[in-house]
C-alpha cells in the first residue's frame, strides 16, 4: 500500500505545505521587501509543488485506468518528478517577472483603533497568481 501511494511524491506534497506555512513564520517580524518577496515565493512555490504533485498523481492514475488494452501502463516517480520540475519551473520564471518588474511594496495602514500596521501590499500581480492558482 505505501509503494502504491508514491512516498516520494507524499514528501514533496509535505514540502510544499511545509513552504505554505512558513510564510506565517516569514510574516512574524515587522514586513520588509525581503519579508514580502519571501512570502510570495514561499507560497507559489510551495502552491505548485503540493498541487502539481497531487495532480500529477490523479493523472497518472487516470493514465493507467483508461488504458484499453491489457498492456501495462507505467509511468515511474522520476518521470512525474521530471514534469513537477517543469510546473515548478514556469512558476519561478512568473515568480522571477513578477519580483524584477515589481517588487513587493511596505505599506502603513490603520486599524480600527487608529494604531499603524505594516503590511506588505496587494497588487494584480498577487491577484494574477491567484487567479491561476
Not at 511596505?106 to 498577487?126: E, G, H, P, Q, S
Amino acid at each position: 500500500v505505501v509503494r502504491a501511494a508514491s512516498p516520494v511524491l507524499l514528501r514533496v506534497i509535505v514540502l510544499g505545505a511545509f513552504f505554505i506555512y512558513c510564510t506565517t513564520i516569514v510574516m512574524y517580524p515587522r514586513p520588509n521587501v525581503i519579508t514580502c518577496t519571501v512570502r510570495v515565493w514561499l507560497r507559489e512555490i510551495g502552491f505548485s509543488l503540493t498541487y502539481g504533485a497531487l495532480m500529477l498523481k490523479t493523472w497518472r492514475i487516470s493514465v493507467i485506468f483508461r488504458v484499453k488494452s491489457a498492456k501495462a501502463v507505467k509511468i515511474t516517480d522520476a518521470s512525474l518528478l521530471k514534469r513537477l520540475g517543469v510546473i515548478v519551473m514556469i512558476f519561478s520564471v512568473f515568480l522571477s517577472i513578477r519580483t524584477l518588474v515589481a517588487p513587493p511594496v511596505v505599506i502603513v495602514a490603520r486599524t480600527a483603533d487608529d494604531l499603524k500596521a505594516y503590511l506588505c501590499r496587494t497588487d494584480w500581480w498577487d491577484h494574477s497568481f491567484t487567479t491561476r492558482e
